[in-house]
Antibody, heavy 126, light 113 residues
Framework: QVQLVQSGAEVKRPGASVKVSCKAS????????????ITWVRQAPGQGLEWMGW????????NYAQNLQGRVIMTTDTSTSTAYMELRSLTSDDTGVYFC???????????????WGQGTLVTVSS | DIVMTQSPDSLAVSLGERATINCKSS????????????LAWYQQRPGQPPKLLIY???TRESGVPDRFSGSGSGTDFSLTISSLQAEDVAVYFC?????????FGPGTKVHVK
C-alpha cells in the first residue's frame, strides 16, 4: 500500500524559509521512479487547491508554478525515497496546508495524482 | 494557463439521489494523438487530503465505488454520483493535466439535503 508521510506543522516568521519533507512507503523512488514523480499542491485556509510544481521521477526535471519561480525548490532523495519542498521569503499569503502527491508519469509527462500525503500546515505570522 | 471552472458551487442532494457536477476548461483537454482527455476528478472530505476518483475523464481509480462516473470530452466534463451516500459529503475538484500548470477547478461542495 502506497503511503506518503509528511513532516509536521511549522510556524514561521515573514521572510523566513520552510522545508517540508514527504517520505514514501509501499514503493521506492529507485524502483518506480521511471513511472512516478512527486508534485506539491497547497491549500490556503478555506480555499481551493493550487498546483505548486512537480519533480519528475523519469529525469529529475522540475517545473514550478510561475508565481513561485525563484522562491521554491523541489528535490528528491532516492536513497530514502523522500521528497522535499523548500519555500523561501515567506509571507502571510503562504499560510496554508501543503500536500505532496505521487504523480503518474508517461515518459516524463505528468498525469494524475494517485496518492497524497496527509498535509503539512505552514503558518506564517509575525 | 488553462482555466477550470465548475458548477454549481454547492449542491444539496438527498441520500440515494443522483448528484451531477460540471467542469469546463478554457481550452480542449483532448489530445489528438491518443484521443484521450487529460482530466481528473478528486474528492476531498473535511480535514482530509484529496483522493483520486477518476482519470482520463472517465476511468475510475481502483477501489472507487462504481456509483462514481465521469463523462465528457474536449472542454465539458461531468462527475456523477448515481446514488449519494453519507460518506460522499465532500468537496469535489476537477483538474487538467493537459499542460502545466496543472490547474484545478474551484471545487463543488456536496452535502445532504
Amino acid at each position: 500500500q502506497v503511503q506518503l508521510v509528511q513532516s509536521g506543522a511549522e510556524v514561521k516568521r515573514p521572510g523566513a524559509s520552510v522545508k517540508v519533507s514527504c517520505k514514501a512507503s509501499g514503493y521506492t523512488f529507485e524502483e518506480y521512479g521511471f513511472n512516478y514523480g512527486i508534485t506539491w499542491v497547497r491549500q490556503a485556509p478555506g480555499q481551493g487547491l493550487e498546483w505548486m510544481g512537480w519533480i519528475s521521477g523519469y529525469n529529475d526535471n522540475t517545473n514550478y508554478a510561475q508565481n513561485l519561480q525563484g522562491r521554491v525548490i523541489m528535490t528528491t532523495d532516492t536513497s530514502t525515497s523522500t521528497a522535499y519542498m523548500e519555500l523561501r521569503s515567506l509571507t502571510s499569503d503562504d499560510t496554508g496546508v501543503y500536500f505532496c502527491a505521487r504523480v503518474k508519469e508517461e515518459y516524463g509527462d505528468p498525469h494524475w495524482f494517485d496518492s497524497w500525503g496527509q498535509g503539512t500546515l505552514v503558518t506564517v505570522s509575525s | 494557463d488553462i482555466v477550470m471552472t465548475q458548477s454549481p458551487d454547492s449542491l444539496a442532494v438527498s441520500l440515494g439521489e443522483r448528484a451531477t457536477i460540471n467542469c469546463k476548461s478554457s481550452q480542449s483537454l483532448l489530445y489528438n494523438s491518443n484521443k484521450k482527455n487529460y482530466l481528473a476528478w478528486y474528492q476531498q472530505r473535511p480535514g482530509q487530503p484529496p483522493k483520486l476518483l477518476i482519470y482520463w475523464a472517465s476511468t475510475r481509480e481502483s477501489g472507487v465505488p462504481d456509483r462514481f462516473s465521469g463523462s465528457g470530452s474536449g472542454t465539458d466534463f461531468s462527475l456523477t454520483i448515481s446514488s449519494l451516500q453519507a460518506e460522499d459529503v465532500a468537496v469535489y475538484f476537477c483538474q487538467q493535466y493537459y499542460s502545466t500548470p496543472h490547474t484545478f477547478g474551484p471545487g463543488t461542495k456536496v452535502h445532504v439535503k
